[in-house]
């Protein structure tokens, strides 16, 4: 195979720089991992993603690619081996629907939970618990979303739900348990038995310090 | 013969993305009018589009596609023809960039503007001009996002700035000016004088119309609360 420099611009507690890493693992690219300070940011991140001046951004031959869902599917296109969209038009238009219903909806409203002041966050909680629902409703006792292997919509829940698992814990709000969430709360133990994902997610422990030390500096 | 049909609601940008590209395409499809969209939701649409019960709704051979940006790309999966992406993997993911951002923030933006009052209204206005000043300086170079031809992105983000244009007209702010935004003022008009986008957008007067009646509304609600 040709040369082929890739590079990844992330952050460590990003989860959308790990949906990223995950697509890239299961393709089995070789690239170059760059960690990027958000409070200092690198002139090179400004330069490949000026519109929003945030991780990730993947730099393919020095030309630059930004927003998660968007580098996905051209890693899909681009590194043709293990797909993580389906090949079916409706499928894949189903998994398209369900990403950006976690990207737009899920994943917002939860980090608004943990972020929301003491008043707004019952409001919050409601929200995010609906939209979790509305996932919960549509996954099925099938190990994957899409079929036999691990596809988009496996890699943006089950990301998200490892991340919720934590940031709750921290914030002290019971959002996802195995009692309101059976099967998104399953789906967590089938996250740590796929190799890939355990391999790019960063240690809970660490995350949770992470969120402690977050949350204190934004009060 | 498969059978496609699309559900929308005329006031509605988002189920012009869908026919333009069908049309676009030269597909054959039956247009299904969304009565009263914002009071009623009929059958089909509950049963097409059950997670957020919104038009547009595309129905191909009974199958259910939801949201207009999923829509645009399964037709473009299967109808090739003329078609709305580049072929180059990079090109595509530029195109897919932008139309990720006309959902994130001129979407936004569209309710934005005609729901909110006061503060946040002034926000929307100050977002809006941020919006432009990134489009101007970073998204166009050439005729259209697409390149010398419509694409994907241009009636996704055409879709919505249209709209915007009219709530200008509605709120009294004029953004998209030929001096302040030079290329965007030029991708717009260039947009709007596509035969694919004249022969099928609203009748200017009526939409302005409605949006009145709508704004007014909700600015009426607003002050009695």
Same mark, same amino acid.
């Given at each position: 195979?040709?040369?082929? +420099?890739?590079?990844?611009?992330?952050?460590?507690?990003?989860?959308?720089?790990?949906?990223?890493?995950?697509?890239?693992?299961?393709?089995?690219?070789?690239?170059? #991992?760059?960690?990027?300070?958000?409070?200092?940011?690198?002139?090179? /991140?400004?330069? #490949?993603?000026?519109? #929003?001046?945030?991780?990730?951004?993947? /730099?393919?031959?020095?030309?630059?690619?930004?927003?998660?869902?968007?580098?996905?599917?051209?890693?899909?296109?681009?590194?043709?081996?293990?797909?993580?969209?389906?090949?079916?038009?409706?499928?894949?238009?189903?998994? =398209?629907?369900?990403?950006?219903?976690?990207?737009?909806?899920?994943?917002?409203?939860?980090?608004?939970?943990?972020?929301?002041?003491?008043?707004?966050? +019952?409001?919050?909680?409601?929200?995010?618990? +609906?939209?979790?629902?509305?996932?919960?409703?549509?996954?099925?006792?099938? =190990?994957?979303?899409?079929? +036999?292997?691990?596809?988009?919509?496996?890699?943006?829940?089950?990301?998200?739900? #490892?991340?919720? @698992?934590?940031?709750?814990?921290?914030?002290?709000?019971?959002?996802?348990?195995? @009692?309101?969430?059976?099967?998104?709360?399953?789906?967590?133990?089938?996250? /740590?038995?796929?190799?890939?994902?355990?391999?790019?997610?960063?240690?809970?422990?660490?995350?949770?310090?992470?969120?402690?030390?977050?949350?204190?500096?934004?009060? | 013969?498969?059978?496609?049909?699309?559900?929308?609601?005329?006031?509605?940008?988002?189920?012009?993305?869908?026919? %333009?590209?069908?049309?676009?395409?030269?597909?054959?499809?039956?247009?299904?009018?969304?009565?009263?969209?914002?009071?009623?939701?009929?059958?089909?649409?509950?049963?097409?589009?059950?997670?957020?019960?919104?038009?547009?709704?595309?129905?191909?051979?009974?199958?259910?596609?939801?949201?207009?940006?999923?829509?645009?790309?399964?037709?473009?999966?299967?109808?090739?023809?003329?078609?709305?992406?580049?072929?180059?993997?990079?090109?595509?993911?530029?195109?897919?960039? %932008?139309?990720?951002?006309?959902?994130?923030?001129?979407?936004?933006?569209?309710?934005?503007?005609?729901?909110?009052?006061?503060?946040?209204?002034?926000?929307?206005?100050?977002?809006?001009?941020?919006?432009?000043?990134?489009?101007?300086?970073?998204?166009?170079?050439?005729?259209?996002?697409?390149?010398?031809?419509?694409?994907?992105?241009?009636?996704?983000?055409?879709?919505?700035?249209? %709209?915007?244009?009219?709530?200008?007209?509605?709120?009294? *702010?004029?953004?998209?000016?030929? *001096?302040?935004?030079?290329?965007?003022?030029? %991708?717009?008009?260039?947009?709007?004088?596509?035969?694919?986008?004249?022969?099928?957008?609203?009748?200017?007067?009526?939409?302005?119309?409605?949006?009145?009646?709508?704004?007014?509304?909700?600015?009426?609600?607003?002050?009695?609360?």
């Amino acid at each position: 195979m040709a040369h082929e +420099e890739v590079k990844l611009f992330g952050m460590w507690s990003s989860p959308f720089v790990r949906i990223v890493e995950v697509a890239l693992k299961i393709k089995g690219v070789q690239y170059e #991992y760059i960690e990027e300070d958000l409070q200092n940011k690198s002139s090179l /991140l400004l330069k #490949y993603n000026p519109v #929003y001046k945030k991780v990730p951004v993947l /730099l393919h031959n020095g030309k630059p690619i930004a927003e998660s869902l968007v580098i996905v599917e051209y890693i899909d296109e681009t590194w043709k081996d293990n797909p993580i969209l389906p090949q079916d038009s409706f499928e894949r238009a189903q998994a =398209r629907f369900w990403a950006k219903l976690i990207d737009d909806k899920c994943m917002p409203s939860l980090w608004r939970v943990f972020r929301s002041k003491d008043n707004e966050q +019952e409001k919050a909680t409601e929200e995010a618990l +609906e939209n979790l629902k509305i996932l919960e409703n549509e996954l099925t006792d099938k =190990r994957f979303f899409g079929g +036999e292997t691990i596809g988009l919509v496996d890699i943006a829940a089950k990301i998200t739900v #490892y991340w919720v @698992q934590v940031a709750q814990e921290v914030a002290g709000v019971g959002i996802i348990s195995s @009692q309101n969430f059976p099967v998104l709360f399953k789906w967590i133990d089938d996250l /740590l038995s796929c190799n890939v994902l355990k391999e790019t997610m960063p240690p809970k422990d660490k995350l949770a310090a992470f969120f402690r030390t977050h949350s204190k500096a934004s009060k | 013969m498969a059978e496609v049909k699309v559900l929308g609601a005329w006031p509605s940008p988002f189920g012009y993305r869908v026919i %333009w590209a069908l049309k676009h395409k030269g597909v054959k499809f039956e247009y299904i009018e969304e009565e009263d969209h914002l009071n009623k939701k009929s059958k089909l649409r509950l049963q097409s589009n059950p997670v957020h019960q919104k038009v547009p709704v595309f129905i191909h051979d009974g199958k259910p596609v939801a949201e207009s940006t999923v829509i645009l790309e399964y037709i473009e999966e299967t109808w090739p023809q003329n078609p709305l992406l580049p072929q180059d993997p990079y090109e595509r993911a530029m195109a897919r960039f %932008w139309i990720k951002l006309g959902e994130d923030k001129a979407t936004t933006l569209f309710f934005a503007f005609i729901r909110a009052v006061g503060e946040d209204h002034e926000k929307a206005t100050n977002e809006w001009k941020e919006l432009l000043q990134i489009l101007e300086k970073h998204g166009l170079g050439k005729k259209f996002f697409g390149g010398e031809e419509i694409g994907m992105a241009d009636l996704a983000l055409g879709s919505v700035v249209c %709209w915007l244009e009219i709530f200008e007209e509605i709120v009294g *702010v004029k953004m998209i000016e030929a *001096v302040s935004f030079p290329r965007l003022h030029q %991708w717009i008009q260039n947009f709007k004088q596509e035969p694919l986008i004249k022969d099928n957008i609203p009748d200017r007067q009526k939409l302005v119309s409605f949006f009145k009646h709508r704004r007014e509304a909700i600015v009426a609600a607003a002050k009695a609360s």
